[in-house]
């Protein structure tokens, strides 16, 4: 009976080891499914510039320019990239306005907006978005590779370019 008793114990020991060790590494696990996944390359360009950021709910990075006025301008860096022939394409965009129907961008404006392209060698407006949010942006696509004195200027142009795009169109500062 002792022997028994002896043996339920080393397998109750056991029992009780293995779920303390199942729940400490399920609770680590669970803590890291609310983590924000993000590229970490974009995130030390940002220190290395000396720039504030902040990361979404869905890893992008929010960048804040002061444009002077009492102006500011938002600009997004996707963490998230795709592949182009052989080349790693990351999109940077700054909002200059935002509708909940389509019509508010009339023909005119989307004709001055096609024709504006025209003079960026590097980005373009786009309008993205579903039924209840139309974003018009600037959008950039460069090299997830480029070095972090590029990654400064581009942000630098698609502030600019979305901020005063917004002037434009709004006369307010929103983005």
């Given at each position: 009976m002792q022997v028994k008793t002896?043996?339920?114990?080393?397998a109750s020991k056991k029992i009780i080891l293995v779920g303390i060790f199942l729940a400490v590494f399920s609770i680590k696990a669970f803590c890291q499914l609310g983590e924000v996944s993000y590229d970490n390359r974009t995130k030390?360009?940002?220190?290395?510039l000396g720039l504030k950021y902040e990361i979404s709910?869905?890893?992008?990075?929010?960048?804040?320019?002061?444009?002077?006025?009492?102006?500011?301008?938002?600009?997004?860096?996707?963490?998230?990239?795709?592949?182009?022939g052989g080349m790693e394409i990351r999109e940077i965009t700054s909002v200059a306005a935002i509708a909940k129907d389509k019509s508010y961008f009339s023909q005119k404006t989307l004709y001055k907006l096609l024709d504006d392209n025209d003079?960026?060698?590097?980005?373009?407006?786009?309008i993205s978005g579903d039924t209840d949010n139309y974003m018009l942006q600037f959008s950039v696509k460069i090299s997830a590779n480029s070095?972090?004195?590029?990654?400064?200027?581009?942000?630098k142009l698609a502030a600019t370019i979305a901020d005063t795009?917004?002037?434009?169109?709004?006369e307010n500062d929103r983005y």
């Open positions: 002896k043996n339920m114990l080393k030390s360009k940002l220190i290395a709910d869905l890893g992008n990075f929010k960048v804040v320019f002061e444009m002077g006025d009492d102006r500011t301008q938002l600009v997004l860096i996707n963490s998230s990239t795709n592949e182009y003079k960026w060698k590097l980005g373009a407006w786009q070095t972090q004195s590029v990654l400064e200027e581009i942000l795009k917004e002037k434009e169109l709004t």
